[in-house]
């Protein structure tokens, strides 16, 4: 469990700025970027891959299958669909976005492919 601790406090930042209302998130200069909020799902969902990864190298002794990978993958991706359907049902003043989904599906991913890169560069897989 401590080797996830990491990625358990990232979640916890997801659920917590995904249950904000959208009046209560700061206006400024930064946020009128056109598509900065899905420049932001993506980097959310991109650490928490890194994360969970890394704490499962840990957990693992520098070993991850492929499973594992596809693991992880399929968990950050409910993840993300569940924080949607939150907001969606349950969180007042917020809104469900399909294309927030294929934002934290393109960070999972590419967040797989990161860490699988630099492991390979590393030698640790």
């Given at each position: 469990m401590k080797s996830f601790l990491p990625a358990?406090?990232?979640?916890i930042f997801i659920f917590i700025m995904s249950s904000f209302p959208g009046d209560d998130i700061p206006k400024s200069f930064i946020l009128k970027i056109p598509f900065l909020d899905k420049f932001i799902h993506f980097f959310l969902y991109f650490l928490l891959v890194i994360?969970?990864?890394f704490g499962s190298l840990r957990k693992s002794k520098n070993t991850i299958t492929i499973r594992k990978f596809l693991f992880v993958f399929f968990?950050?991706?409910l993840y993300g669909i569940l924080m949607?359907?939150?907001q969606y049902f349950v969180f007042i003043m917020r809104?469900?976005?399909?294309v927030?989904?294929?934002a934290n599906a393109?960070?999972?991913f590419i967040g797989l492919l990161t860490f699988y890169?630099?492991?390979r560069k590393n030698g640790i897989m």
């Open positions: 358990i406090i990232w979640g994360l969970i990864l968990i950050s991706l949607e359907g939150l809104s469900a976005d399909l927030d989904v294929v393109a960070g999972s890169y630099i492991m």
